[in-house]
């Protein structure tokens, strides 16, 4: 199985500040044939379902702010939020859809220092 | 609007077993392939399981190999998650998603529906 880690665990940053988020995975997640990583970002507020950010590691879901932008290629990517708001308060998970058994980062919660 | 709604949730004894559904709406459901995944009470996302258009291909995570199958009705824009020999570590709210392709992330997620397996 791909193995999803993200660092950090927990973070807390200023409204208006930028906010990094990593994840490794344990394999590549990169399809030579199509050059594409299957790998995704999802946001989950209390009480809600996932929400799509990112797919193929950096286009944006269609409604998605463009302070949420992803980066990366093969086993490290990185979600950035610019400008942070006080509405993306929420737990960051990375993904990969590159193969069964899909996997995901086991979170990263994003607070307001 | 698309909507996922699921249903089914419940408690349950270990060793028990339930059927889930999530009944879909707004959207070409038989054009879709539908996801089930997991989210244990204060954990992350875990992926439970993957079924295909037409419901020849189906796929599952090693946790529950051999004790759920996921199938679906496409005329009655109806997916499911039959549960048996049910264990405690089975405790989590079960989402149903959607995803355009065998090759996309799952886009669309319903409300979830929570299983309670407890004596």
């Known amino acids: 199985d791909i193995v999803m880690t993200q660092s950090p665990d927990s973070l807390a940053v200023s409204l208006g500040a930028r906010a990094t988020i990593n994840c490794q995975s344990s394999q590549s997640v990169l399809y030579n044939s199509n050059n594409k990583n299957y790998l995704a970002w999802y946001q989950q507020k209390p009480g809600q379902p996932p929400k799509l950010l990112i797919y193929?590691?950096?286009t944006r879901e269609s409604g998605v702010p463009d302070r949420f932008s992803g980066s990366g290629s093969g086993t490290d990517f990185t979600l950035t939020i610019n400008s942070l708001q006080a509405e993306d308060v929420a737990v960051y998970y990375c993904?990969?859809?590159?193969?069964?058994?899909?996997?995901f980062g086991q979170g990263t919660k994003l607070e307001i220092k | 609007e698309v909507q996922l709604v699921e249903s089914g949730g419940g408690l349950v004894q270990p060793g028990g077993s339930l059927r889930l559904s999530c009944a879909a709406s707004?959207?070409?459901?038989?054009?879709?392939?539908m996801h089930w995944v997991r989210q244990a009470p204060g954990k992350g996302l875990v992926w439970v399981a993957r079924?295909?258009?037409?419901?020849?291909?189906?796929s599952y995570a090693d946790s529950v190999k051999g004790r759920f199958t996921i199938s679906r009705d496409n005329a009655m824009d109806t997916l499911y998650l039959q549960m048996n020999s049910l264990r405690v570590d089975d405790t989590a709210v079960y989402y149903c998603s959607s995803a355009p392709g065998h090759n996309d992330p799952p886009d669309y997620w319903g409300q979830g529906t929570l299983v309670t397996v407890s004596s």
């Open positions: 993904h990969q859809y590159y193969t069964t058994p899909y996997t």
């Open positions: 193929w590691a950096s």
């Open positions: 079924i295909n258009t037409d419901g020849s291909t189906r």
């Open positions: 707004g959207f070409t459901f038989s054009s879709y392939w």
